[in-house]
C-alpha cells in the first residue's frame, strides 16, 4: 500500500518537476517512521483522524450552523403560543436539537487527544522490550543494537504528545464555541407572548 502511494505522488510529483525534493521529504519521512517503529502508524493514523473530525467541526461551524441556528429560531418564532410549560419543553427540546449538533465529534476528538499520549507509551513499552531482548541475547556490549530500541521507545512518546497537542488546544476551543452558540440561541429564542 505505501509503495502504491509512492509510486503515485512520485508520479505527480515528476509531473510539476519537484520529483527530488518528494524523493528527499519521503526519505525522511521513512527513515523517520523506521526510527519509530510501528506504533508510529497507528498514531498518525489516529492523528488523522483526529484532525478530520476537527476539520469537519470548524467547517460545521463556519457553514452550516448559522442555517441550523436560524431555521431553529424561525421555527420558535412562527409558535403562536410561548409562555406555557408546554411550549418551555419545546423551547428546551430545540435548544437540545442544536447543542447535539453543535457537539456532535467533539467526545471522539476529546477521546484522541487522549489515546495519542497512551499509543506514545505504547510504543515506549514495544522499545524497551526491544532494547531487553537486545541485552539478553548480546549482553550490554552492543551499544549501536540497544540504542536502537531506546529510539523506538523515546520517538513514539514525543510523536504522541505531539499528537495530542496538536489537537487540544482546537478542542477546547470547539468545545467552548459549542456552549456559547447554544447559549446565544437559548438567548434569541424568547418567551414573550
Not at 505527480?12 to 523517520?32: H, K, L, P, Y
Not at 543494537?145 to 514525543?158: C, E, L, Q, R, W
Amino acid at each position: 500500500m505505501i509503495d502504491i502511494a509512492y509510486n503515485i505522488l512520485r508520479f505527480i510529483t515528476s509531473i510539476v518537476g519537484a520529483e527530488q525534493g518528494f524523493i528527499n521529504m519521503w526519505e525522511a519521512i521513512r527513515d523517520f517512521l523506521e526510527l519509530g517503529g510501528d506504533v508510529l502508524f497507528l498514531i498518525g493514523g489516529l492523528m488523522i483522524i483526529m484532525w478530520v473530525l476537527i476539520i469537519e467541526r470548524i467547517l460545521y461551524f463556519a457553514i452550516n450552523h448559522k442555517t441550523v441556528v436560524q431555521k431553529t429560531v424561525d421555527a420558535w418564532n412562527k409558535r403562536q403560543e410561548r409562555k406555557s410549560w408546554n411550549a418551555h419543553k419545546v423551547r428546551e427540546g430545540m435548544i437540545s436539537e442544536v447543542r447535539m449538533a453543535s457537539n456532535q465529534y467533539l467526545g471522539v476528538i476529546k477521546a484522541c487527544v487522549a489515546l495519542c499520549p497512551l499509543l506514545g507509551l505504547l510504543g515506549t513499552v514495544t522499545g524497551m522490550i526491544q532494547v531487553f531482548e537486545v541485552m539478553a541475547i548480546l549482553g550490554t556490549g552492543n551499544a549501536r543494537a540497544m540504542a536502537d530500541g531506546v529510539s523506538k521507545a523515546t520517538v513514539p512518546t514525543m510523536c504522541g504528545m505531539v499528537a495530542a497537542l496538536s489537537g487540544l488546544f482546537i478542542s477546547i476551543w470547539l468545545v467552548k464555541k459549542a456552549e456559547s452558540e447554544v447559549q446565544i440561541l437559548g438567548e434569541h429564542m424568547t418567551m414573550d407572548h
